[in-house]
Each structure stands twice: as structure tokens, then as C-alpha cells.
């Protein structure tokens, strides 16, 4: 079962081209529908792409470079000018509230519904959402500006029932929940439903991580550990390692580095430099080091 | 010879539709290259259709609606990743250079070239800019927010020279400015060069006005007066005048009434609400009033 639903709405740095928008991505995580980032025309790709703007329920800010939020304001603005009443949860630096309001304010914007603002704090590795299903976790990088990751993951699932023996011996359903939880249960009779046999094992929990910008920085990799998919910005090919530094972006072979050692499944580059017109060069860079990268575009989606 | 070529960004109201992005307007008038207004998107718009974004030098912002505006801090942001040095002219209510500097502060962008605001006055009618050829009015109009019209003209133009007849007869050339300025030159030998003789009358200068947002305000009609080309909002038809009172925009036939007051040449209607999948009954209402009415569609080029 796919419980994850990643779309890419913007694959490009700060310069935008023809064919990469800026950075945007919006993930269906067990129908939490999360937004990541929102660089200027995030809202014409969501159109573009069909998703469901107004399901929108929770948005993620990186950091304060333009590419990463100029299009939240007009975002906001579409979501009140198409009547939504629902609230929204938006984390991101602590500046940003006061961005948004200020520009919502002087246009004389009063939205119908809350915007309820997180700041994210300067802390390692930081739980910012919990429900019954998922949780989303911040973690800090290393940029010009104070960035973040963020992990955004399933919580351990229980057993699943095995129906057909379960029923089959017409046995009493107030025993499913602890069964589920892995727990044996002992009858009246003195005899034991073993919770190995009436259920299977847990799904394991699915994972994504996004890291966008950030140079180079190993203390993330605790953040991003073994996830399913890691987004991680490969802005530069090594041979640019000078600029890279300098501009505090990582290179594809950086990337394909973070992945290897935090032992990831799958890897997504993205943020590539306007600089180069295909990302071939960096997909083969990347993949010197940890075979399973993709590079991504505009539009991709990924289910997992 | 056609000196002005206008071409629409963007010709949606405040809710982008697929086929309309919100407001912006580049300007070339006798090659001085002129923004007006910068909905979310409009950096992508001018990519798109090929003109030339550095050459921008002024920037007319009418009011502080987002899609009048939200598109400029990302424009700048790019001008600078372009390696923009020279400075830019931007015209605007007061508050507007507050929120772009705000976001390029945060964001610790550090323009390498000058940003130069000018505030708008609440005047009825200003010249904001001129230079050897061009005017800039700004005038104010009548919309929810504070929202100021625009008007750009060329200066009254010399005649010219009937270059054939006055070479052919071996006259001196210092007379020429004088001859061009509509003065008579007397000789040393007493007869006289008739400036109606020796050039052709000037041709009249040409000009474009802007209004949107605004609601239906006879004030500005002095401030139109005659333009070759007046742009005006009609958000809505006339059935839904109600509406368009309530949010203080123009129906299509009142902007067909304030181009005929005005007598202006032609009229381009645009920022069409969203609820309308074309504008047919727009331009007929408009047409009802004032026949030389265009709708004007996103990439649209009027060259006049």
C-alpha cells in the first residue's frame, strides 16, 4: 500500500528557468496533504498538477532565500479568494510571520481563517507535529541563512489482523486491539491466542526527508537515518566544490554521500544550478557514490 | 513610425486562472522600458515572451493589492542573479519599499545595484518622471487600498526637416533648430525661411494610460484625456454592478463610458474576474458604449 504521494512542483535554485520552477514540493503523507517550501508560482504548479489547494493543511518553510517563500503570500491569498474557512499550519523561521502579515495587512487582507505560525527553533532534531498517523520533525542545516531539514514520517503501525483464522474460530473481537499490538492474550480457559499467530506484522513505517538548503553538514545524517526517500539539494557538480562552499550549497557527490551514510533508500536530487541544462551530469555524480538517485523534475511524482 | 509596443503579462483579476495571470504590463516607449504593476509570476511571463528583463528601468506599482505586486520582490531578486548594476526607478504607494526591503534583508541579500523608491502622492494628477522624450504621470483613482493611475506620453515633438528642399538649396544648417521649432528665420539680406516651408508638421505625441484597480471615478478623466490607448479594469459585467460597487472595481460598461468621456482612442479592457471563461459579453458591454474596445489576453502586443 503507497501512503506516500511526493509531487514536485519546483526543481530549481534560485534562478529560475524555463523548465524548473523554484522550490516547491507537495507531499501526501496518509492524506495529510503538506506543502514544502513555496518559491514564486508554487500556486500555478499546484494548479497546473491538480492537486488539492484548499487540502492543503499543513505548510513547511525552509529557510528565507526568495526561491524558498516568495509565493506564499499569493498562496494564502488564493486559498481565502476561493473561500477557505479552515485554518492552516505554517512553520518556518521566525521571520516569516511577520512577512506574511505585514504584506496580508497593507493589502487589507483580513483572511477568514486562522494562520497559526510555528517558529522553528535552532535545536538538532526537534518533533514540530504529531497525530494519530504521522509526525513531521525539524532539524537544523548549515546555510547563509538559518535552515532547516524536515523528516516527515508514519508512526509504528500495528499488527494486521489475520481475518480469516481470527473468524474462522469464531473467536471474540475484544481481543483484536491487544492482538494488534503485539500482545498475546490469555482465556478463560487457561489457553493463550498468541498474537504471532492471529496477526501479521506491522507495515513498516514509511519515511521522507527533505533537505533544502544546506551545504554539506554530517550532523543531519542521525535526522534523515534510513529513510525511504531523502530529498537533498545537489545545487553544484564537485568540480564546483569552490562555489559550493562559498554559497554554503552541497554538490551532487556531497549528496550522494549524505545518502550512502545515512543508509537511505532512495535518493532525490534537486535545486540544481540554472547553470547546467540537463541534470545528467549530476545524476551520474551522484550515483558514483549511492546507486539509487534520482534526478528530479518538474511535475515528477513519486508514490512509495 | 510606432514608438510605443505594450505588451500583457498578465490579465486576470486577483484569482490566476490557467489562462490568466495576475497584473503586469512591459512597456517599451521609444526604447525607455517600462514595468507596470508585477503580479506573482510576471518574472516568468517576461521569459517568456523574449523581452528584455534588464533593460527594465522603471517601475510603475498602482496599489498594494497582491497581484499588483507580488510578483516584484522575486523580479528584483533575479535582476541581482543576472548581475544587474544598474540602478532601478521604482514608483509606488509608500509602504511598498518597506516589504521589498524587509524580504531582501532577511533573506541578507545585499542588492548590488540601487534600489530608488518614490513614493506616490495623493495628488490628482503628477509628473512623477521625465526625461528629453518621455513623461510619467501617476494620478490617484478610487479602490479599496490607495491605488494611483498612470500615464506615459511623449514630450511635444520638433517638426522635421523637408531635408530635400532645404539642401537642395544650399541653405546653412544653423537655421535647422530654429525652422524645426516652428520659428521663421530672417537672412542677412532681409528675406525670410518660413518654418512652414522647410519642414513637415510634428507628429503629435503619442501617450497610455493605465487605471486598474479602480471603480468607476469621472476624476480621472482629465488625466486621460485623448490618450491613443487607455487600459482600463473592467472586473465585471454590468449586471453585477452591485458587486463591483461592493469591492470598488469598474464593470465593462463603465469603462467603456470613461473611455468615450475621455475621448480617448482606443481602449483595452483587462483583469477580468476569474468567474468569467472568456470575455465575449465583457467587450460586447464595452463595445455597446465605446466601439474601439479591445480584450486584451495574456502575450498580447498593441504597437501604436
Redesign the interface.
Known amino acids: 500500500l503507497k501512503t506516500f504521494s511526493l509531487t514536485i512542483l519546483g526543481s530549481g535554485a ?3 528557468t ?1 523548465k524548473r520552477n523554484p522550490s516547491g514540493q507537495f507531499l501526501n503523507c496518509n492524506n495529510r496533504h503538506i506543502l514544502i517550501d513555496c518559491g ?2 508554487t ?2 504548479q499546484i ?2 498538477h491538480k492537486l488539492p489547494l484548499q487540502r492543503i493543511s499543513h505548510i513547511l518553510i525552509s529557510h ?4 524558498h517563500f ?2 506564499l ?2 498562496l494564502l ?2 486559498m481565502h ?2 473561500g477557505r474557512d479552515k485554518g492552516i499550519h505554517i512553520y518556518g523561521p521566525p ?1 516569516l510571520e ?2 506574511i502579515r ?2 496580508l495587512e ?4 483580513r483572511l477568514p481563517f486562522s494562520l497559526n505560525f510555528y517558529p522553528l527553533q535552532k535545536i538538532k532534531n526537534q518533533l514540530i507535529f504529531e497525530d494519530k498517523v504521522i509526525e513531521i520533525h525539524s532539524f537544523t542545516m548549515k546555510h ?2 538559518d535552515s532547516w531539514g524536515f523528516r516527515i514520517q508514519e508512526k509504528e503501525k500495528e499488527r494486521t489482523l489475520n481475518a480469516e483464522l481470527f473468524y474462522g474460530e469464531k473467536r471474540s473481537m475484544e481481543h483484536i486491539p491487544a492482538l494488534k499490538k503485539g500482545l498475546d492474550v490469555e482465556l478463560e480457559d487457561g489457553s493463550k491466542l498468541l498474537s504471532a499467530d492471529y496477526t501479521f506484522p506491522a507495515s513498516k513505517p514509511k519515511s521522507y526527508a527533505y533537505c533544502s538548503d544546506t551545504m554539506y553538514f554530517e550532523q543531519i545524517l542521525q535526522s534523515v537515518l534510513e529513510v525511504d526517500y531523502l530529498y537533498h539539494e545537489a545545487t553544484f557538480l564537485h568540480k564546483e566544490l569552490d562555489r559550493a562552499l562559498a554559497t554554503m550549497h552541497t554538490t551532487a557527490l556531497q549528496a550522494g554521500e549524505i545518502a550512502s551514510k545515512a543508509k537511505v533508500k532512495n535518493l532525490l536530487i534537486g535545486h540544481l544550478s540554472a547553470r547546467y541544462e540537463t541534470g545528467k551530469e549530476l545524476l551520474a555524480e551522484a550515483k558514483s557514490v549511492f546507486d539509487n538517485t534520482f534526478i528530479v523534475e518538474d511535475g515528477d511524482v513519486f508514490e512509495f
Chains 1, 2 share one sequence.
Open positions: 534560485a534562478l529560475p524555463a514564486e508560482g500556486q500555478n494548479r497546473k528565507l532565500h526568495g526561491d516568495f509565493g503570500v499569493g491569498s488564493t479568494l476561493l521571520d511577520q512577512i505585514m504584506q497593507i493589502g487589507g487582507s547563509r541563512v
